[in-house]
């Protein structure tokens, strides 16, 4: 079996334990790692259960855990057990867990699972992006005053950066998205859903695997493996619909330091 395989079938078995966990979420102790940022028995459990399946998978390969830290290797599989912490604890059932692949810091492969939706997002380094098996065809806007603008936020934004990125781009007519899951913002972004999305500073987990997914589908993406400090430091995530580009970094003139690969 391939390792896309063989990574899908370990990242549904996750997806299908977190939706167990938030069927009986009202149980979980929930600790905080800062301003608005949560955990729970869900997160550790969800990621401990895809490290196993894949460590007794890929016994040489490393890790990049949000929850359990890192262990090197040739190969290094970046993970998000759950991205959306804050939407599953509260109820809301949009989250999703994350896995890349990334060698010599390239990234291999990339898949998103949608567990309340059944939905797996994946993609290849060259060999394209899909959707429960499916070929990823988006049908962009490439103007401002036609399309939907995905904006992530934590609380490690300053509240004037937001706000005027948010003014400047509804002057333009653009109309905004927040879900509450970057990972699940960047397959919106793959599918068409919508035509652009910004975060000035996600984590490896939170964007890496959409990346590519958004990249494979044809996006214009912002390559987060650029800097040596990927794994640890917060680095911008930037996807775009390759004819809203230029009209977004004349409205966003900090997303032209970006460096993306198209
Ligand atoms: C968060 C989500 C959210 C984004 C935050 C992330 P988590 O991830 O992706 O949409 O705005 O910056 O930290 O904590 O739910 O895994
Ligand atoms: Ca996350
Ligand atoms: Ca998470």
Redesign the pocket.
């Given at each position: 079996m391939s390792d896309t395989a063989l990574a899908s079938a370990a990242i549904r078995e996750a997806g299908q334990l977190a939706r167990a966990f938030f069927e009986r979420r009202h149980e979980l102790l929930i600790d905080q790692k800062g301003p608005q940022?949560?955990v729970s028995a869900a997160?550790r459990e969800v990621e401990s259960c895809l490290i196993s399946r894949l460590s007794q998978l890929f016994p040489d390969d490393g890790f990049v855990g949000?929850e359990s830290g890192q262990r090197h290797g040739a190969r290094e599989w970046i993970i998000?057990p759950?991205?959306?912490?804050?939407?599953?604890l509260r109820g809301i059932p949009v989250?999703a867990i994350t896995l890349a692949l990334v060698e010599a810091d390239v990234t291999q492969l990339g898949l998103i699972y949608d567990p309340m939706r059944d939905v797996l997002y994946e993609a290849t380094a060259g060999g394209g992006a899909r959707c429960n098996g499916e070929p990823i065809q988006p049908l962009w806007r490439s103007a401002l005053s036609q399309s939907l603008i995905g904006l992530?936020?934590?609380s490690?934004l300053h509240p004037e950066q937001l706000t005027a990125r948010i003014s400047s781009v509804l002057r333009s007519g653009a109309i905004l998205r927040q879900?509450?899951?970057?990972?699940l913002?960047l397959c919106d972004l793959a599918m068409g859903r919508i035509d652009g999305l910004y975060?000035a500073?996600?984590?490896a987990?939170?964007s890496v695997a959409g990346l590519l997914i958004a990249r494979e589908a044809g996006a214009i993406a912002s390559n987060f493996l650029a800097k040596e400090s990927w794994r640890t430091a917060p680095q911008p995530t930037l996807a775009v619909a390759p004819g809203l580009y230029p009209e977004l970094s004349a409205l966003w003139p900090e997303i032209r330091d970006i460096p993306c690969l198209p």
């Open positions: 940022d949560y997160d949000e998000d759950i991205d959306g912490t804050t939407n599953f989250f992530c936020h934590s490690r879900p509450g899951s970057a990972a913002m975060d500073d996600l984590k987990w939170d």
